[in-house]
């Protein structure tokens, strides 16, 4: 929740590795667990940016209607992805946003001057589609991907992009946890049972009280904290997760050229 909060992800990054290797969940289970709780990260963090004055209503109108038909595509993607499969997508998309990042951090920019955002439908169009399939695919929030877009199409300061992520999460985290919570009957785990909703709920059931409190402080942090020290958080939450999710791939690789060799 905290995590969410403060760089305007639906806490998916943490929720679902975590559920994954410490409860050895099947990681279509940990996505549908965690998309249901998206939205109780999601609306308390939004209504803090609200309350700073943070959120871009004039860019959240055009993005909400992409995302939802985004994250709807997504989902129907997603339970079609086979668990190992999955897992090397999560983790490769991981890393690719921990790149930019550090090579932002390394090389800092100057944040927008007030009064250069670009808003349109078509940028717009960009990042609620965008985040939406990615969200629906990866069973995250879509924050990973609406932020360092809005940043750069809509030319929006960290903390104007996070609130805009955690705004259009309040739609399509929903919207997502529906679709996923009706198909997930049809996804089978590495046994060949299929999953059950009850399971997922249950799993959401327990995380959402202290991801709603969690997300209400990390939303009030991101006013505080620098941009630098934000972004330095935003990369250990990823690095975490792409390193759980990659390591056995690779050294399955690693295993597979040392044989041949």
């Known amino acids: 929740g905290i995590v969410g909060g403060l760089i305007g992800i ?5 929720t679902i590795p975590a559920l994954t290797f410490l409860f050895g969940r099947d990681i279509h289970l940990a996505q549908a667990a965690s998309m249901n709780v998206v939205a109780f990260v999601a609306i308390p963090a939004s209504i803090r940016h609200w309350k700073q004055g943070e959120l871009e209503i004039g860019l959240l109108r055009y993005v ?6 985004g994250i709807i595509l997504g989902v129907l993607a997603n339970n079609m992805t086979s668990p190992e499969l999955m897992g090397i997508f999560f983790g490769a998309f991981l890393l690719y946003v921990i790149l930019m990042n550090i090579l932002r951090l390394c090389t800092p920019r100057l944040e927008p001057e007030s009064g250069s955002t670009v808003i349109s439908l078509s940028r717009g169009g960009m990042i609620g589609s965008a985040a939406g399939f990615g ?3 990866l069973g995250v929030g879509g924050g990973l991907i609406t932020v360092p877009l809005s940043q750069k199409l809509c030319r929006l300061t960290l903390p104007h992009a996070i609130a805009v ?5 309040c739609f399509t985290s929903v919207i997502g946890a529906i679709a996923k919570d009706v198909t997930i ?5 590495s046994s060949g049972k299929s999953l059950q909703l009850l399971d997922a ?3 959401a059931l327990w995380l959402f009280p202290m991801a709603m409190l969690g ?5 009030r942090l991101t006013h505080l904290l620098p941009v630098k020290w934000i972004r330095i958080v935003f ?4 690095f975490i997760a792409a390193w759980k999710y990659l390591s056995k791939p690779i050294q399955d690789l690693f295993t597979m050229v040392t044989q041949l060799v």
Not at 64 to 69: D, I, K, M
Not at 165 to 169: A, E, K, Q, R, T
Not at 185 to 189: A, G, R
Not at 235 to 238: P, T
């Open 215 to 219: 997300a209400w402080m990390g939303a």
């Open 235 to 238: 990369i250990s939450a990823l």
């Open 10 to 14: 639906g806490g998916g990054v943490i």
């Open 64 to 69: 909400v209607p992409f995302g939802v038909v």
């Open 165 to 169: 992520s955690s705004g259009l999460m």
């Open 135 to 137: 969200g629906g695919l």
């Open 185 to 189: 009957t049809s996804i089978h785990d």
């Open 201 to 203: 709920l249950q799993i």
